[in-house]
């Protein structure tokens, strides 16, 4: 089935250990992207990439980093974990990166993180 | 700033129609979205609007009026699966998307 595998569903990770969440999508989309969602506040954008090789910083980047190495792939990593980083996390992406057209996302099933 | 404001939580009964709203201020427009979220799931889309008016797609229509900064989403003859949030976003100058927290709407039989 055609779409986005994220990993893992949801882990419990004490502070100051590094984590990579994992994104893998088998639709050729061009862009990928990682938002947070916390209750109470719309989903918000942490890093995106238009395309294979290039990344770039969402509204939330701090402690976040991300690669794209290729199509496919676009992992997660927080380089030393801290509290406030409790959240869903969901990986997306899009056929283009530019915003032309409608340019429906389509999301992971998420990844639930808990830092303690 | 930029800002999108929807109601935290709606109620309302299976059968009946529901209209969810969503007012905007963005640094420019370039389209807006409606996606369904099913608790623990991850959001599908819904709608995409880009000029002002109705679109209609089965039981689910969405309105935007540019110039008011306004969409509302139209769920009729509701059923029990309409259980679920329903997320407003725009897209501003930039082609990046502005989220609302979403609106939780609860349907009772």
């Known amino acids: 089935i055609a779409g986005i595998t994220q990993a893992p569903t949801s882990q419990i990770l004490a502070a100051g250990r590094r984590m990579t969440l994992r994104c893998t999508q088998d639709m050729r989309h061009n862009a990928m992207y990682w938002y947070r969602q916390d209750l109470g506040l719309g989903l918000r954008l942490i890093h995106y990439?238009?395309?294979?090789?290039?990344?770039g910083k969402g509204e939330v980047p701090d402690g976040y980093s991300v690669s794209r190495a290729n199509t496919d792939d676009f992992p997660l990593t927080l380089a030393s974990a801290v509290p406030s980083q409790t959240s869903v996390y969901f990986c997306a992406s899009s056929e283009q990166g530019d915003g032309s057209g409608a340019n429906v996302l389509t999301f992971g099933a998420g990844s639930r993180l808990t830092v303690l | 700033g930029q800002n999108i404001d929807q109601p935290t939580e709606m109620t309302a009964t299976e059968g009946a129609i529901v209209q969810i709203n969503c007012t905007y201020q963005?640094?420019?427009?370039?389209?807006l979205f409606w996606y369904q979220q099913h608790a623990g799931e991850a959001p599908t889309f819904l709608s995409y609007?880009?000029l002002d008016g109705l679109e209609e797609k089965g039981r689910f229509s969405s309105f935007l009026s540019r110039s008011k900064g306004y969409s509302y989403l139209l769920l009729k003859e509701l059923q029990m699966k309409d259980s679920a949030s329903y997320l407003c976003a725009v897209r501003d100058s930039n082609y990046q998307l502005i989220w609302g927290a979403g609106t939780k709407l609860i349907i009772k039989p």
């Open positions: 990439s238009n395309t294979a090789g290039t990344t």
């Open positions: 963005t640094s420019g427009f370039n389209g």
């Open positions: 609007n880009v």
